[in-house]
């Protein structure tokens, strides 16, 4: 007979995830233990996570359950080598909380701090996209890392429009972030007072 997995509990989680992260960021996009559940855990639009309801007070423990954290298609989920739980996350599981614009040779790079205290540049590799919002505005994301994306802090949004610029894009004007030899295009020119 199998036996099926039991959910796990924050303390295992914890332990397991305080063992693989020892050595940097753990590996999960190589781990596939068998699926465990659910777990009452939440990362709210604001980038708070939430324990049975009460948020997670502690920023070091928030900071370890990032490092675990993958989107799988079907759902978020903390993995280590030896289980696997679901979780739910309202909007982007991070914050982008901090930008930092450098100049090489004329061209801009413009670098993202986290909530959790992940550092990306914005660039091929890290792109920048804009989704609409309820009220007709944007929400600005960038990627971190597998499937999983910072929303920008809306005081970095506004550092984000004021380092805008215009460029043709497929016979459209459009109004766009240029960083590490990349442009991302935000809106048609003619709708910047949208934003």
């Known amino acids: 007979m199998t036996e099926t997995p039991r959910p796990a509990t924050l303390d295992s989680l914890t332990a397991t995830a305080k063992q693989a992260a020892s050595k940097g960021l753990p590996p999960v996009h190589l781990w596939n233990p068998a699926y465990c559940g659910e777990i009452d855990m939440r990362i709210a639009t604001d980038g708070s996570w939430h324990y049975l309801g009460t948020p997670i007070g502690r920023p070091a423990l928030v900071k370890l359950f990032s ?26 599981p991070f914050i982008a909380v901090a930008m930092d614009r450098q100049e090489e040779n004329g061209a801009q790079r413009l670098q993202f701090r986290t909530n959790v205290d992940d550092h990306v540049t914005a660039g091929p590799d890290h792109p920048l996209r804009f989704a609409p919002d309820v009220k007709g505005g944007l929400k600005p994301y960038v990627h971190v890392r597998g499937d999983l994306w910072a929303k920008v802090s809306r005081p970095v949004f506004y550092d984000l429009v004021a380092l805008g610029e215009e460029r043709m894009i497929e016979n459209k004007l459009m109004f766009g972030i240029a960083s590490d030899g990349a442009f991302f295009p935000m809106i048609e020119a003619d709708r910047l007072t949208d934003l």
């Open 67 to 92: 490092t675990i954290l993958r989107k799988d298609p079907e759902r978020y989920v903390l993995v280590t080598p030896v289980e696997m739980v679901g979780i739910v996350v309202e909007d982007a």
